[in-house]
């Protein structure tokens, strides 16, 4: 009895067996110093007690582990090319294939036969900005897309414009929304492509994809959107949308990165040029083996996000709404980029007045968050797409995003207000600019002397 | 530990002869194989999914629905399972900084 009294602790010792690591031949992470502390990470001359929380879910988002559980086999004993004819491995990859596309079809209202397997999202934006208009280059010269689209978009424009055509990018309202309007305006008859993300990611806006798509129905354009973080998240029917051709990305709806899928209407047949020449898979549009593994587990997690989406919606909605609250019951003069009502929740996109964002980040090292600049890494500009929406430079710089995804839990939103709230009342107590601010001076009104 | 010893040497479900399945798959095998997962977010996931599945299915009325959703709750512990020991083979050394003492 006092033998088991002694070991019991053991047994009971919370969370996994010992991770027979030895075992595993993956090599270690770099960032592991062994000092004392063992548990402690020092990376980039910063040490921290461990890893910290991960609220940046528009930037990656974890393979759930049934989306794995689905994939394994096929690295292990089903690692057949589905492009095989001749042998089983051939056979039982290539239905692998097929039954994935399936499940990815019916999560966007889709036929199977409109899908088409590629690495991901930037591809699929390539080929279809692209691969349109040089289809279609004879009678097409004109591409209208948005200021807040993704960098692969707006790249894919500029080196169409280069190539000779035309490109309006329209300007966004106050709350990240394109104006109606504005876009029916600009449809010429030479309009080859209307290029409209339905999820921003970096201020999470929902832009009014029914709507864009009864116009280009109207006009006879092709409507293309980005759905990278939409897909899963919000419902998507490309039919009852009018949506001619579509973005789809795997490590965004926790899946495996690498991974992504172009949706193209057959009817009426929208015709692109392949990016990739090869050996005629996918239909031609898209040549070279497709990767099994990834796709079996794309297929996955499309199921799982179409089975998940109605729970998944309204537990991030209340993380969302926690958040806030829990943020502006601490702290005032917090603006929210974007607009509340056409929003994912999963995606809260805060400017904090009177603060600097890079020390602010550099004081969040326990939240794994983003800034709104994060797209352009190395420079020191801040996001274009809150450029577009109007944001002045210094809160611009000062914008943080908070990602909530199906993995959050609550204790870990109230650890990041807590954290956010202590770093941000820090800042703003040595700051000057706020001392004057709360003294009633208009910043705006200073003349600083010039030395 | 005699009772934690009897725990441990079930590999399969057993349930008793007469019971008949009933929507929800029994949670406590449900949350017993949640606890065993080594990441932090995958855990409480499981666990919170696990006791919120069970609350929705446990009030099924008809048989064939009921009878779905326990094969599929029976799909969900084998994968889980499964999963609990990959992610323990590969866990990092340094745990999430929610599951460290508060400082």
Same mark, same amino acid.
């Given at each position: 009895?006092?033998?088991?009294?002694?070991?019991?602790?053991?047994?009971?010792?919370?969370?996994?067996?010992?991770?027979?690591?030895?075992?595993?031949?993956?090599?270690?992470?770099?960032?592991?110093?062994?000092?004392?502390?063992?548990?402690?990470?020092?990376?980039?001359?910063?040490?921290?007690?461990?890893?910290?929380?991960?609220?940046?879910?528009?930037?990656?988002?974890?393979?759930?582990?049934?989306?794995?559980?689905? %994939?394994?086999?096929?690295?292990?004993?089903?690692?057949?090319?589905?492009?095989?004819?001749?042998?089983?491995?051939?056979?039982?990859?290539?239905?692998?294939?097929?039954?994935?596309?399936?499940?990815?079809?019916?999560?966007?209202?889709?036929?199977?036969?409109?899908?088409?397997?590629?690495?991901?999202?930037?591809?699929?934006?390539?080929?279809? @900005?692209?691969?349109?208009?040089?289809?279609?280059?004879?009678?097409?010269?004109?591409?209208?897309?948005?200021?807040?689209?993704?960098?692969?978009?707006?790249?894919?424009?500029?080196?169409?414009?280069?190539?000779?055509?035309?490109?309006?990018?329209?300007?966004?309202?106050?709350?990240?929304?394109?104006?109606?309007?504005?876009?029916?305006?600009?449809?010429?008859?030479?309009?080859?492509?209307?290029? @409209?993300?339905?999820?921003?990611?970096?201020?999470?806006?929902?832009?009014?994809?029914?709507?864009?798509?009864?116009?280009?129905?109207?006009?006879?354009?092709?409507?293309?959107?980005?759905?990278?973080?939409?897909?899963?998240?919000?419902?998507?029917?490309?039919?009852?949308?009018?949506?001619?051709?579509?973005?789809?990305?795997?490590?965004?709806?926790?899946?495996?990165?690498?991974?992504?899928?172009?949706?193209?209407?057959?009817?009426?047949?929208?015709?692109?040029?392949?990016?990739?020449?090869?050996?005629?898979?996918?239909?031609?549009?898209?040549?070279?083996?497709?990767?099994?593994?990834?796709?079996?587990?794309?297929?996955?997690?499309?199921?799982?996000?179409?089975?998940? %989406?109605?729970?998944?919606?309204?537990?991030?909605?209340?993380?969302?709404?926690?958040?806030?609250?829990?943020?502006?019951?601490?702290?005032?003069?917090?603006?929210?980029?974007?607009? %509340?009502?056409?929003?994912?929740?999963?995606?809260?996109?805060?400017?904090?007045?009177?603060?600097?964002?890079?020390?602010?980040?550099?004081?969040?090292?326990?939240?794994?968050?983003?800034?709104?600049?994060?797209?352009?890494?190395?420079?020191?500009?801040?996001?274009? @797409?809150?450029?577009?929406?109007?944001?002045?430079?210094? %809160?611009?710089?000062?914008?943080?995003?908070?990602?909530?995804?199906?993995?959050?839990?609550?204790?870990?939103?109230?650890?990041?207000?807590?954290?956010?709230?202590?770093? @941000?009342?820090?800042?703003?107590?040595?700051?000057?600019?706020?001392?004057?601010?709360?003294?009633?001076?208009?910043?705006?009104?200073?003349?600083?002397?010039?030395? | 530990?005699?009772?934690?010893?009897?725990?441990?040497?079930?590999?399969?479900?057993?349930?008793?002869?007469?019971?008949?399945?009933?929507?929800?798959?029994?949670?406590?095998?449900?949350?017993?194989?949640?606890?065993?997962?080594?990441?932090?977010?995958?855990?409480?996931?499981?666990?919170?999914?696990?006791?919120?599945?069970?609350?929705?299915?446990?009030?099924?009325?008809?048989?064939?629905?009921?009878?779905?959703?326990?094969?599929?709750?029976?799909?969900?512990?084998?994968?889980?399972?499964?999963?609990?020991?990959?992610?323990?083979?590969?866990?990092?050394?340094?745990?999430?900084?929610?599951?460290?003492?508060?400082?």
């Amino acid at each position: 009895m006092a033998l088991s009294r002694r070991l019991l602790p053991l047994f009971l010792r919370r969370g996994a067996p010992v991770p027979a690591r030895a075992l595993s031949t993956a090599a270690a992470p770099a960032a592991v110093a062994s000092e004392d502390d063992e548990e402690a990470i020092t990376v980039k001359g910063v040490r921290i007690s461990g890893r910290p929380l991960y609220m940046d879910m528009q930037a990656t988002t974890p393979v759930d582990p049934r989306v794995l559980d689905a %994939m394994l086999p096929f690295y292990l004993s089903r690692y057949g090319n589905p492009h095989s004819r001749t042998h089983l491995y051939g056979w039982e990859s290539d239905a692998a294939v097929e039954d994935a596309r399936a499940r990815v079809a019916s999560l966007v209202g889709a036929d199977p036969r409109e899908i088409f397997f590629t690495s991901g999202a930037t591809e699929c934006n390539n080929i279809a @900005v692209k691969g349109v208009m040089r289809f279609y280059r004879e009678r097409r010269r004109h591409v209208i897309t948005t200021q807040t689209e993704h960098k692969c978009v707006l790249d894919s424009c500029r080196y169409l414009q280069q190539e000779g055509f035309d490109v309006t990018y329209l300007p966004v309202r106050k709350d990240g929304l394109v104006d109606l309007a504005q876009l029916e305006d600009a449809i010429r008859p030479d309009t080859g492509l209307v290029s @409209v993300m339905a999820v921003n990611n970096e201020i999470g806006v929902i832009q009014p994809l029914e709507e864009i798509g009864r116009i280009c129905k109207e006009k006879g354009v092709p409507f293309h959107t980005d759905a990278a973080q939409a897909l899963g998240k919000i419902p998507i029917d490309v039919n009852r949308m009018g949506i001619g051709l579509m973005s789809l990305s795997g490590h965004k709806i926790y899946g495996p990165k690498g991974v992504g899928a172009l949706y193209l209407r057959r009817r009426p047949r929208i015709r692109v040029e392949p990016q990739m020449n090869g050996g005629g898979q996918e239909r031609g549009i898209r040549a070279g083996t497709v990767p099994t593994p990834l796709v079996v587990g794309f297929g996955a997690a499309c199921e799982i996000a179409a089975q998940e %989406m109605d729970y998944d919606h309204r537990r991030v909605s209340a993380l969302q709404q926690r958040l806030l609250d829990g943020m502006r019951a601490q702290v005032d003069d917090i603006v929210i980029n974007g607009s %509340m009502e056409h929003r994912y929740p999963g995606n809260l996109n805060l400017s904090f007045a009177y603060v600097e964002g890079e020390s602010l980040l550099m004081g969040l090292k326990e939240v794994a968050v983003s800034s709104g600049s994060a797209c352009t890494s190395a420079s020191l500009e801040p996001s274009y @797409v809150l450029r577009a929406l109007g944001v002045e430079e210094d %809160m611009a710089h000062t914008s943080i995003r908070f990602g909530i995804g199906r993995f959050t839990t609550e204790e870990e939103v109230d650890r990041a207000i807590e954290l956010t709230v202590h770093q @941000v009342k820090k800042l703003r107590d040595m700051s000057p600019l706020y001392e004057m601010a709360k003294a009633g001076i208009d910043l705006k009104s200073i003349e600083w002397s010039q030395h | 530990m005699w009772m934690y010893l009897r725990c441990r040497g079930h590999n399969e479900l057993k349930l008793p002869k007469d019971a008949s399945p009933v929507g929800a798959f029994p949670l406590p095998v449900l949350l017993r194989t949640a606890k065993q997962f080594s990441d932090y977010n995958i855990r409480e996931y499981t666990r919170r999914r696990a006791a919120d599945a069970f609350r929705e299915n446990r009030a099924l009325a008809d048989a064939p629905a009921a009878a779905a959703a326990f094969a599929k709750g029976k799909q969900r512990l084998e994968v889980a399972k499964r999963q609990a020991v990959v992610y323990s083979l590969y866990a990092p050394k340094a745990k999430s900084v929610m599951e460290l003492k508060v400082q």
